[in-house]
Nanobody
Framework: QVQLVDSGGGLVQAGGSLRLSCAAS????????MGWFRQAPGKEREFVAT????????YYADSVKGRFTISRDNAKNTVSLQMNSLKPEDTAVYYC????????????????WGQGTQVTVSS
């Protein structure tokens, strides 16, 4: 069992930066790949980024590639999403998620989810 708590969202102007964090509790965090997803109003939840259980492999949605960076600290049971050059279209509720072993861009393959944190980017 893994419990996830998302934090770090807020209101930022276009071009600004935010850093989201996800704190995990439970055993064997280092055995889980982690992902970030987002859901804008009226839209389906979509993939943002994923990182392997070791942190050695990452993968990003094309819409955030070069602007967002996912990282993890297995000693602290945390995963982060550094978001730079934010755009109004990045406005959404952001969720972290955990999946045993390998990462994925498919949200239905994730077992555990955080409660979400709101990111609002003003133009």
């Amino acid at each position: 069992q893994v419990q996830l708590v998302d934090s770090g969202g807020g209101l930022v102007q276009a071009g600004g930066s935010l850093r989201l964090s996800c704190a995990a509790s439970g055993r064997a965090f280092s055995s889980y790949a982690m992902g970030w997803f987002r859901q804008a109003p009226g839209k389906e939840r979509e993939f943002v980024a994923t990182i392997s259980y070791s942190g050695g492999s990452t993968y990003y949605a094309d819409s955030v590639k070069g602007r967002f960076t996912i990282s993890r600290d297995n000693a602290k049971n945390t995963v982060s999403l550094q978001m730079n050059s934010l755009k109004p279209e990045d406005t959404a509720v952001y969720y972290c998620a955990a999946r045993f072993e390998s990462g994925s861009y498919r949200l239905w393959e994730y077992t555990y989810w955080g409660q979400g944190t709101q990111v609002t980017v003003s133009s």
